[in-house]
T-cell receptor, first 116, second 113 residues
């Protein structure tokens, strides 16, 4: 079974600064995908970024980047130049790619509050 | 194009009643997923469909829960004889294939009184 750990229940960040959200995972499968989702107060889950276990480069999408450290089994999300609209809950998720297990396993989430 | 839609957005029901939650995936997406998010909890996987087939129903919490998908499109999650512990936000997601990122709908907030 896969396990995702997000140890930061809540974080505050000043507008325009960068923030790093921690995520560690545990799996014995060599082929897996890591995802980050944003859930604003409206409730909808918004896909942000994806990293495959065999990807050589760290994934980037605009102001989002994923700091993937495979040996440490960590996949931290970095949000650069924070904006007020970044205030939301952020979830790290994983799914195994080499099996028929297609579900996403989610961490408990980290609440980010951006201060003006 | 249109995203994943879910209806109703909110549902209040009395304990013991049956409820149906609907999900309309992104057009052309073959895979559809149901998750549940309880207050203060993370997301719990319930079931997924590839086309109209649900190969894995092990995530359904009890036999009161069932789901179907017809025509490879709309899916319905049915909860029979609702209990208070069923109160949660039920999220539906779809993807263009089983290996791709999942796009979520706005969810249905179910409250069982």
């Amino acid at each position: 079974a896969q396990k995702i750990t997000q140890t930061q229940p809540g974080m505050f960040v000043q507008e325009k600064e960068a923030v790093t959200l921690d995520c560690t995972y545990d799996t014995s499968d060599p082929s897996y995908g890591l995802f980050w989702y944003k859930q604003p107060s409206s409730g909808e889950m918004i896909f942000l970024i994806y990293q495959g276990s065999y990807d050589q480069q760290n994934a980037t999408e605009g102001r989002y980047s994923l700091n993937f450290q495979k040996a440490r089994k960590s996949a931290n999300l970095v949000i650069s130049a924070s904006q007020l609209g970044d205030s939301a809950m952020y979830f790290c998720a994983m799914r195994v790619l080499s099996s028929n297990d297609y579900k996403l396993s989610f961490g408990a989430g980290t609440t980010v509050t951006v201060r003006a | 194009g249109a995203g994943v839609s879910q209806s109703p957005s909110n549902k209040v029901t009395e304990k013991g009643k049956d409820v149906e939650l609907r999900c309309d995936p992104i057009s052309g997406h073959t895979a559809l997923y149901w998750y549940r998010q309880s207050l203060g909890q993370g997301l719990e996987f319930l079931i997924y469909f590839q086309g109209n087939s649900a190969p894995d129903k092990s995530g359904l919490p009890s036999d009161r829960f069932s789901a179907e998908r017809t025509g490879g499109s709309v899916s319905t999650l049915t909860i029979q004889r609702t209990q208070q512990e069923d109160s949660a936000v039920y999220l539906c997601a779809s993807s263009s294939g089983l290996i791709y990122e999942q796009y979520f709908g706005p969810g249905t907030r179910l409250t069982v009184t």
